[in-house]
């Protein structure tokens, strides 16, 4: 089942009786951080590329637009992943009882280990820790890419493939930790099915970009990378 198939399944998902109520927390919590995100963003943006463009020579001084341009693309994935990391972490075991709902709607009763709340917190702020420590040096190196004249031009497509991979490992995430499975063989199972999880992925960052469907994008997209592990990875 391709990515796409699977978010439109979920968002179908969510709307249904006894899963509509966990949806309301994880939509709070994503609607507060993005729009904290979004005001410090737009505020600092021209200081960041004006900073960038001055480190410049002047013989370079030509390259200022592609900077300009891919300094907003930098800035605008930085910003998601920046929303994902905070509001998945805060959101984490409410996405993780979502998750568990879903799973289990899908498949007729299908029932996860029991887990006290303590440690359900615990371990999914511990999973979320997991998964910023596997982003970190990958979006340093990206960074590092977006700067270094010729590779630049490479780097728009680099995010946005990089950026469909994170959001599918992010979201697909929730129902593996609810069945025990580790995030290394994740990633392994995952790769697997990487353009269908790319497809996935691509999809949920453009839709982070559109007022008023980015307020409610969180729970879709956890129903989402459920529907995704069921169809794809579960077996």
């Given at each position: 089942?391709?990515g796409?198939?699977?978010?439109v399944?979920g ?9 509509r109520?966990?949806v309301?927390?994880p ?7 993005l ?8 505020s ?5 590329v ?6 410049l ?9 592609v900077?300009?341009l ?15 990391i905070?509001?998945?972490l ?25 887990t006290?709340l ?14 910023v ?9 990206l960074?590092l890419?977006?700067?270094?004249p010729?590779l ?7 995010w ?35 353009l269908?999880?790319?497809?996935f992925?691509?999809p ?24 995704f ?7």
């Amino acid at each position: 089942m391709n990515g796409l198939d699977c978010l439109v399944e979920g968002f179908a998902l969510i709307r249904k009786p006894g899963i509509r109520r966990y949806v309301i927390v994880p939509t709070v919590i994503n609607t507060l951080v993005l729009i904290v995100l979004i005001a410090i963003s737009v505020s600092k943006f021209e200081g960041w590329v004006t900073a960038i463009t001055n480190m410049l020579p002047d013989w370079l001084s030509f390259l200022s637009w592609v900077i300009y341009l891919v300094g907003l693309i930098v800035v605008a994935f930085v910003l998601f992943y920046s929303f994902m990391i905070v509001a998945n972490l805060i959101a984490s075991p409410f996405n993780a009882v979502l998750s568990a709902k879903i799973e289990e709607a899908l498949t007729l009763g299908h029932l996860h280990p029991d887990t006290d709340l303590l440690s359900m917190i615990l371990g999914a702020i511990a999973r979320e820790i997991s998964k910023v420590l596997y982003l970190l040096p990958r979006l340093v190196l990206l960074m590092l890419l977006s700067v270094i004249p010729l590779l630049n031009t490479f780097a728009p497509l680099l995010w946005i493939l990089f950026g469909g991979w994170m959001v599918a490992i992010q979201y697909c995430d929730y129902a593996a930790d609810n069945n025990l499975v580790g995030f290394r063989v994740l990633r392994e199972r995952m790769l697997v099915h990487k353009l269908s999880a790319v497809s996935f992925g691509i999809p949920i960052n453009i839709m982070l970009a559109i007022p008023l469907i980015n307020l409610f994008l969180l729970p879709i997209a956890v129903a989402g990378g459920t529907v995704f592990w069921v169809r794809n990875l579960r077996d």
